[in-house]
């Protein structure tokens, strides 16, 4: 299994790039969201996902791993495939569809272009518990971290209560692409989150 790749982007597609890692490009199927942040000659962490089906073998590949969590997910309900996990995530953010599941709004999910009324009810109905746990722990994840606290620390001292800059500290990070982060990088990213300017 190719759990990520490493490489510099040779090609951008509406929804695919060309990894070149070591002189070998691989093809990877990927969100709208993660092509248009990408050019030629970019260096790229890409976490994948391999799928082997009856007629194809297909590479996916995401922003960041939390995206990945979501595409494995949505990927193990009967009668959502790759292709259309993808379509879901191209459509809409991760941090917006794992609400809209958590929540149980189906009427949010319908509207994902591929969502009929049957499907989005399996997805709601297969997913609302699992997806709480992932949130919850990619929450955690993130919230260890010494930039994120220190963003955190940041915002407090220029008005912004411990919820508030919490919240949007964690947003920034799971909805980002970004592997690694720096406290100024955080703290610019929440604050356009929080509106650009704080009390």
Request: proline share 4%.
């Amino acid at each position: 299994m190719i759990a990520q790749l490493r490489g510099t982007i040779d090609q951008v597609n509406l929804d695919s790039l060309v990894i070149d890692c070591a002189g070998v490009g691989y093809l990877v199927h990927v969100p709208t969201s993660l092509a248009a942040n990408c050019r030629v000659g970019d260096l790229r962490l890409v976490p994948t996902e391999f799928s082997v089906s009856q007629d194809a073998m297909n590479l996916y590949g995401f922003s960041h791993g939390f995206e990945r969590e979501l595409f494995r997910l949505l990927t193990s309900i009967n009668g959502v495939g790759p292709k259309l996990a993808l379509r879901i995530l191209s459509n809409v953010s991760p941090p917006d569809l794992a609400r809209a599941i958590g929540e149980e709004d189906l009427t949010f999910l319908v509207r994902i272009p591929g969502v009929g009324p049957k499907t989005g009810k399996r997805i709601v109905v297969e997913l609302s518990e699992k997806i709480t746990k992932l949130v919850d722990e990619s929450r955690s994840e993130v919230g260890s971290s010494s930039a994120f606290r220190e963003a955190e620390q940041v915002l407090c001292s220029l008005g912004c209560s411990p919820e508030e800059a919490r919240a949007a500290l964690e947003n920034c990070m799971l909805a980002s692409g970004e592997s690694e982060w720096s406290v100024d990088l955080l703290v610019i990213e929440a604050m356009k989150h929080l509106g650009g300017h704080l009390d």
